[in-house]
């Protein structure tokens, strides 16, 4: 089953303008990462926040957690065209697998 | 490349034949996963190995599917008896959190399966 819900479950913004995904979950996690997949291909590691981190930035990704409402959010800022991808969130309890949830489809128009 | 590698990338198949894929993970991860991803879906977990050991097996792994990591390094995959239902993306991951490494799962780029 598939823990993780993102929403929206599609975005389309304009380049340069911020995207905004959010996720919810419903068990206790000891992390949550964020994935991006492009058509067709494998799943590149975007960002890791541990459950006792609150936000974390990398490059121009910034990621939120707030563990009492079983949320976070991913923000994109001055998006760009490479950008257009599905975004997936995933919970981990520990040593086992990931729970993902169904994505976002970003699209990024010119 | 030192990345997760997967083989074959495409697969198809006839209906009831069995198949057999082949993960190679980051040659320090000691941990290897298996999902698998249908159209529209994000990855569900199959099963995953603490090196040689088969640790934890999702309740999608029917008796025709079967898992092998014997020497710790690559893992195979295995479907038996193929139904058109197994048609899906079959994903590898590895990861190494003993080695002072997060618990980031790094992922190939999977072999699709079409089952005819």
């Known amino acids: 089953s598939q823990q993780g819900e993102e929403d929206p479950q599609a975005l389309s913004i304009q380049e340069g303008e911020n995207a905004t995904m959010n996720c919810s979950y419903k068990t206790s996690i000891n992390n949550l990462q964020w994935y991006r997949q492009n058509s067709g291909r494998g799943l590149v590691h975007l960002i890791l926040i541990r459950s006792n981190e609150r936000e974390k930035h990398s490059g121009r990704l910034r990621v939120t957690l707030d563990t009492s409402k079983k949320s976070s959010s991913l923000l994109i800022t001055a998006s760009r065209a490479a950008d257009t991808a599905s975004y997936f969130c995933a919970t981990a309890r520990g040593g086992d697998g990931l729970t993902f949830g169904k994505g976002t489809h970003l699209i990024i128009q010119p | 490349d030192t990345g997760v590698s997967q083989d074959p990338r495409h697969k198809i198949t006839k209906r009831g034949q069995n198949v057999t894929f082949r993960c190679d993970p980051i040659?320090?991860?000691?941990?290897l996963y298996w999902y698998r991803q249908t159209l529209g879906q994000g990855p569900e977990f199959l099963t995953y190995f603490q090196n040689e050991a088969q640790l934890e097996k999702s309740r999608l792994l029917s008796d025709r599917f079967s898992a092998e990591r014997p020497k710790g390094s690559f893992s195979t995959l295995e479907i038996q008896r193929t139904e058109q239902g197994d048609s899906a993306m079959y994903l590898c991951?590895?990861?190494?959190?003993?080695?002072?490494?997060?618990?980031?799962?790094?992922f190939g780029p999977g072999t699709r399966l079409t089952v005819l």
């Open positions: 991951a590895s990861s190494s959190p003993l080695s002072g490494g997060t618990d980031t799962q790094y």
């Open positions: 040659s320090e991860h000691n941990r």
